[in-house]
């Protein structure tokens, strides 16, 4: 069975372009040598422009932990966000969620 981790950011504002470039130019390349996937990265049309969700997916929910925690304390991670933090924050808050898909979903 497939886990989805489902994460919303809101993101301070004005500073959505830099979170997006430091998700492609760092966090991305880096949750790749991590063995985290990603499954897709949404933006609203309408509803709240400083807001970005998306999803991971997960196999096992113990590895998922294991894999989360060396990822914070990877130094190439802390040097990144670091560095795309040197004007403050990018975040104001996140929500996190696991769903696991119903028997009727496609994705079942």
Known sequence: MAFY?????QV????????KDRFAEA???MWKKAGIEPVAFF???????NVLHYLLK?????????IWEAFRVN???AAARKKSEENGPLLEGMTNE????TDFSPMG
């Open 5 to 9: 981790e489902y994460r919303r950011y």
């Open 12 to 19: 301070v504002h004005g500073r959505m372009e830099e979170l």
């Open 27 to 29: 966090t991305i390349p």
């Open 43 to 49: 933006e609203p049309r309408i509803g709240d422009p």
């Open 58 to 66: 997960w196999d096992d929910l113990g590895r998922r932990e294991e």
């Open 75 to 77: 130094p190439e991670w």
């Open 98 to 101: 696991i769903w696991v898909p």
